[in-house]
């Protein structure tokens, strides 16, 4: 494993997005010069992926300090305010987004509090959009330890969207970060990439990630899991998620819900591997997770390609909601919550 994919980065120019809407064919890096790039970066998937959009938000919010031309305080906090709402408009159920604005925000106003200048409060910003960014890297490391032990060797491995290091601040990823920490722990495993319509994050991340690292993979269309489940291909399921309610409801990619459902039915073990920094204990149930919808065209479309008729009526949920008793256990970087999830997810921020 090569364990170098990093898709965003802070640099002196602005900050770096590798493009994901161009892979698998293209690799092109993205230099963001304002906070409003940053945000329509974020909007139009050049990132996507919970905690990639986060650390991402940290750094658009960096980006306005860093960008502010002024010597007013209050000028700076009324420009944090504005770019941190312009930021927080993007996407609206991946809950790392506001996460991270709020921690930006509070590091702002603590150091406000604490008297420091403007020029001390860009650097304090830029420092903590850093911190941000290593710390998600770590809790990723540590999901790949802890998840990997749940794996045996030579399972197989089915997974929807992309979770891996493309949708975190990098290198592990969630679901494919317990994938990585299997292989590192010297298990064999194999998996099954779901393609993930309408925005084929399956077949155009999934898949050329973990041929980045020589992991192997299959790729099914998404209506082929209940036929490899059947035929005893799959070991355990392992996705990412977008927003975990405080009662382990999850908020991922649309379709988890359904191949959760075939898990059960399989009596395949579902995993959801997440950072704490997707665990929004202020949602008490799935039923308070925002759903984005998204543009038609993208269920009508493949790139240019028109698949549908012209005016057709269409509906493009971008996440369900899986419920809680379908999920076997929700791996963190704190360790493993089984349920009841009410108990387990709250030891995990107390502990
Ligand atoms: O619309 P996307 O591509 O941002 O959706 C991403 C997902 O649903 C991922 O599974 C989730 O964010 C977990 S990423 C570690």
């Known amino acids: 494993m090569k364990l170098d994919i990093i898709p965003v980065k802070w640099s002196d120019e602005g900050v770096l997005m590798l493009d994901q809407r161009l892979l698998p064919t293209e690799e092109k890096w993205l230099t963001l010069r ?13 990132v996507r992926g919970a905690p990639a959009i986060g650390v991402s938000a940290a750094y658009g919010v960096a980006l306005a300090a860093k960008t502010f031309v002024g010597t007013d305080i209050t000028d700076l906090e009324d420009e944090i305010e504005f770019a941190s709402d312009v930021i927080g408009k993007t996407r609206p159920t991946a809950v790392n987004l506001f996460w991270a604005i709020d921690r930006m925000k509070r590091t702002f106003l603590a150091a406000k509090d604490a008297g420091k200048s403007v020029i ?139 191949v959760a459902v075939l898990a059960k039915r399989h009596g395949i073990p579902f995993y959801v591997a997440a950072p704490l920094s997707t665990v929004d204990m202020n949602c008490p149930t799935g039923d308070d ?48 919550a089984r349920a009841p999830y009410v108990e387990s997810l709250k030891a995990q921020f107390e502990s």
């Open 34 to 46: 304002t906070y409003n790039e940053v945000a329509v970066g974020i909007k139009d998937m050049v």
């Open 120 to 258: 001390e409060i860009k650097q304090i910003l830029i420092d903590e959009s850093k911190a941000i960014h290593d710390e998600d890297i770590e809790a990723q490391r540590l999901i790949a330890k802890f998840g990997g032990e749940l794996l045996n060797d030579n399972d197989s491995v089915l997974t929807h969207c992309n979770a891996g290091a493309l949708a975190t601040g990098g290198v592990w990823g969630t679901a494919l970060g317990v994938i990585r920490g299997a292989v590192d722990q010297g298990k064999n495993v194999t998996v099954y990439a779901d393609e993930t319509r309408p925005y084929l994050q399956g077949a155009r991340l999934t898949a050329w990630e973990l041929m980045q690292d020589d992991i192997p993979v299959t790729l099914i269309t998404d209506n082929m899991s209940g036929h490899v489940m059947k035929r005893g291909d799959i070991h355990a399921v392992v996705v990412g998620s977008d927003r975990i309610a405080a009662n382990g409801d999850v908020a991922n990619k649309i379709g988890t819900y359904m």
């Open 289 to 336: 997770i925002p759903i984005e919808e998204r543009d038609r065209t993208e269920v009508t479309h493949v790139k240019d390609i028109q698949l549908a008729p012209e005016g057709v009526g269409i509906t493009n949920y971008a996440f369900d909601v899986t419920p809680n008793d379908l999920v076997t256990a929700i791996i963190t970087e704190k360790g493993v």
